[in-house]
């Protein structure tokens, strides 16, 4: 199997697809270019409980590694309630339901008067 090299665009295409075949809910992604150098994308998720967060991060990581060689790093994920992945490109957040409303990340990026609509 050839590696593929990855853009920040096919990578967010492959974060969105593990996502959502792990049954991540209310995904949501926000363009950072321009507005941070960390990164073009970032992804929010929830999973419903810790266990299902930790293995959204764990298979996420995993399929990157397989598909384009990315070892992404990972913060988070022992404790499950917020787990932060980050490929270089494109910063996943995967919550439990009440950490993320506590949090409330879309927020702190979107654009004055701006509504950050889930997929």
Known sequence: ?????????????????SLDDDKAEDVVQIDLRGKSEMGDHMVIASGRSS??????????TERLKQTFGIFSKVEGRAAGDWVLIDTGDVIVHVFRPEVREFYQLEKMWQNPGETVEAQ
Not at 1 to 17: G, I, N, R, Y
């Open 51 to 60: 266990r299902q967060v930790s293995s959204i991060a764990e298979k996420l």
């Open 1 to 17: 199997m050839t590696m593929q090299t990855p853009t920040s665009d096919s990578t967010l295409a492959a974060v969105l697809k």
